[in-house]
């Protein structure tokens, strides 16, 4: 997991404290909106503490009550970047569709399919190599079989999914078979 950077936003005596405590956060203190926006661009896996709301800002944490026991703090800390951690792993964007990982569905602006927890790894891992990937790995790596056992299971889930993703949104193309494997169609 990348680092979590811990951004302190326009409370200095906050930011001095977590400095001295040595914790396993990248702290940044930050004091300008300006800064904050550009600062952000470039991280993926953060937290801004802030003693007010704004609207504006993302992965943001609200400190509302002072003084608070530090200790309570860290584990709040802790808690929300698995928050984050968990929303940002939840979705993927593959095409013109997106796919939601935790309630297992692919869904459009106008449609939404209901798929079983392979279904969503093998559109993962189709959609993550982005090349021809071959029966025999999608067996090894998606359903966990050895590649000398002689089974049709590969060929069968992906023609049920090809045929639910038909029925539903009316797509042919999304996953495409190759001579050397199967493909996401990606736009």
Do not use: C
Not at 1 to 23: C, F, R
Not at 162 to 184: C, E, H, L, P, V
Request: cysteine-free.
């Amino acid at each position: 997991m990348s680092l979590q950077n811990l951004i302190i936003y326009k409370i200095t005596p906050l930011y001095h404290i977590l400095k001295e405590l040595d914790l396993s956060f990248n702290i940044i203190f930050l004091d300008s909106k300006n800064l904050l926006n550009e600062k952000v661009k470039n991280l993926n896996n953060y937290l801004i503490i802030t003693d007010k709301k704004y609207s504006d800002i993302r992965n943001q944490f609200y400190l509302e009550y002072f003084p608070i026991n530090i200790f309570k703090l860290i584990e709040m800390m802790n808690i929300e970047f698995l928050k984050i951690q968990f929303n940002h792993y939840s979705q993927a964007k593959v095409g013109n569709y997106i796919i939601d990982i935790n309630s297992r569905e692919m869904i459009t602006s106008d449609a939404k399919l209901k798929l079983t927890e392979k279904e969503i790894n093998t559109i993962i891992y189709l959609t993550k190599l982005n090349k021809p990937i071959s029966t025999d790995e999608l067996q090894k790596k998606v359903w966990n079989y050895q590649s000398n056992i002689e089974t049709h299971t590969v060929e069968t889930h992906i023609y049920r999914l090809r045929k639910k993703i038909f029925n539903t949104f009316n797509d042919n193309d999304f996953i495409t078979s190759k001579k050397n494997g199967y493909q996401i169609k990606i736009n």
